[in-house]
């Protein structure tokens, strides 16, 4: 009996050790595979319903939702942020972008927010051997303090962890309107220097709101001051004529820059962050969109932009590294639609819902503001499925470094890899919401908004901003919408997410002095 067991134990080590010797050899094989290029695509401003693949009827994205279908779609993905530089901040760092009291929308003229010595997400591919890259929107400052941008401009994207680096400084409504490569402005003419102020106006030039009949595109708020190409922005700037972009080329620009550093870096694994400029104002579609949506301008750089991905992903299949590469697809915030220009964003919307199901928008506490489109593709590895999961964008820096076989935990960022892989459908615990330095608390189907002083909607972009003087708790499984705040009949679930809210978060603006009732 003893000896019969003792034999089967053997035969069966020795099937185990079969098995796993042969699991090695295939890991063996594949190493090359498990450093696949990562491409992560940024959008700016596009909201949770913008796309057909999130359930949008009146606007089609077949591009996108390609990778959406064929990939991992994320209906719990988030930015870190309902505004742009503290979720590129947090994606690039794994960090909180409470945690840095500079991380807020900046002006073209702020010094670099990242640290030179802070560890970051390119840097960590850079220690797994990958070349690294940026191309598009940065508006995580550049230099420190004052830009001379006549001369090299640093530190900016190259001195955090992007060995390529081509970029707008800010955003398309903000000055200086020239593209920057690898710190140099393009195009610059050493005979008409750029100077930039978000101050005072350079004598004798004309802005948006002394000379509206230079402006092509009219401001609504915000946005008039120096007018290029017929568009009043956010900031003065004069000179640098020759170097000044063309708004309605961006997308083409940008991309040709995407795709020549994919056909440039295909040989060995590079990491490309390459964040667009759509649907963010100044709406400027190539004149090959115009028209297209029905909807203006907003929907006409959203069709652009799904032309310009779908011809990027054609560029990874044409080199032949679609099925060695990882391409994650999300948007910084969500959306607005009247955000400092009459565009006909609001006019022309029709039955499209930027925001899908969700309250709220760009700025927004509620869900709007942070929950996003977020999917992950990589053909032949990735199976095609939706995932509820709870993941953030910030979380990719540790995901993507487990996949890289490091185990380290990069500050606020969580190991989710295998929900971003789509073979597991546990995401992280919970996760710390922001929008203008006011944060709330998602776990589980769960969200805490703390009280905050303010005005509950932002009439200028006429967004409901999340704020009010009670405590608002929502159970996002069946009430997505955010109508009915339970915090009152639910005071347990109030208090217990309160007490974890207030461990990770520990002050929490104007709240910590509110009793709890
Ligand atoms: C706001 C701008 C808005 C947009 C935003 C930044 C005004 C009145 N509004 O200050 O148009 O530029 O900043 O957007 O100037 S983000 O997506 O980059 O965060
Ligand atoms: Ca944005």
Not at 357 to 368: I, W
Request: charged share 20%.
């Amino acid at each position: 009996m003893n000896r019969t067991y003792l034999s089967l134990s053997l035969v069966f080590a020795l099937v185990l050790t079969l098995f796993s010797s042969c699991g090695t050899s295939t890991t063996k094989e594949t190493k090359k595979e498990t450093k696949p290029n990562v491409v992560v695509i940024y959008l700016d401003d596009l909201g949770y319903g913008d796309l057909s693949a999130y359930g949008a009827t009146e606007i089609q994205t077949p591009n996108i939702d390609a990778i959406a279908n064929g990939g991992v779609k994320f209906t719990n993905g988030y930015a870190s942020s309902a505004t742009c530089t503290p979720s590129r901040y947090a994606l690039l760092t794994g960090t909180y972008p409470w945690r840095n009291k500079d991380a807020r929308i900046l002006p073209g003229t702020a010094p670099l927010l990242i640290k030179t010595d802070q560890f970051t997400f390119p840097k960590m591919m850079k220690e797994h051997g990958y070349q690294t890259a940026v191309v598009g929107k940065w508006h995580l400052g550049l230099g420190t303090g004052v830009v001379n941008w006549n001369e090299h401009v640093t530190p900016g994207p190259n001195e955090v962890g992007f060995d390529e680096a081509y970029i707008m400084a800010a955003t398309q409504d903000r000055v200086p309107t020239v593209y920057i490569d690898n710190g140099n402005v393009v195009g610059l003419d050493p005979n008409d220097p750029i100077e930039v102020d978000y101050k005072n106006n350079f004598e004798g030039q004309p802005t948006g709101k002394d000379n509206p009949e230079l402006c092509e595109m009219m401001w609504h708020h915000g946005h008039n001051s120096t007018i290029i190409n017929g568009i009043p922005r956010i900031g003065f700037m004069k000179g640098g004529e020759k170097a000044r972009w063309n708004d309605v080329d961006m997308a083409d620009h940008f991309l040709a820059k995407a795709q020549d550093y994919v056909k440039n870096h295909k040989d060995a694994p590079f990491f490309l962050y390459y964040a667009m400029q759509q649907p963010h104002v100044p709406r400027t579609p190539h004149p090959r969109f115009v028209g297209k949506s029905g909807m203006g301008p907003r929907g006409d750089v959203i069709l652009e932009a799904d032309w310009v991905i779908g011809e990027f992903m054609k560029t990874l299949e044409e080199e032949g590294i679609l099925e060695n590469t990882l391409v994650v697809f999300s948007s910084d915030n969500g959306p607005v639609l009247n955000d400092g220009y009459n565009d006909d964003a609001v006019e022309l919307l029709g039955n499209h819902k930027p925001t899908g199901p969700l309250k709220g928008g760009k700025y927004s506490l509620f869900e709007a503001g942070t929950r996003v489109p977020l999917m992950t593709y990589w053909k032949g590895t990735i199976k095609p499925q939706v995932s509820d999961a709870l993941v953030c964008q910030m979380d990719l820096m540790t995901s993507i470094g487990a996949m890289l076989g490091s185990d380290k935990t990069y500050s606020d960022s969580k190991n989710v890899l295998d929900a971003f892989l789509g073979t597991s459908v546990k995401g992280r615990e919970s996760l710390v919401i922001e929008a203008n330095t006011k944060t709330a608390f998602r776990k589980g189907d769960w969200i805490l908004i703390p009280p905050y002083k303010g005005k509950p909607v932002n009439t200028q972009v006429n967004i409901e901003m999340g704020i009010s003087t009670d405590f608002m708790l929502f159970n996002l499984k069946e009430d997505i919408g955010q109508e009915n705040n339970l915090a009152k009949a639910q005071p347990e679930k109030l208090e217990e997410m309160l007490a974890e809210f207030t461990a990770i978060r520990g002050e929490y603006g104007n709240t910590k002095k509110l009793e709890l009732r």
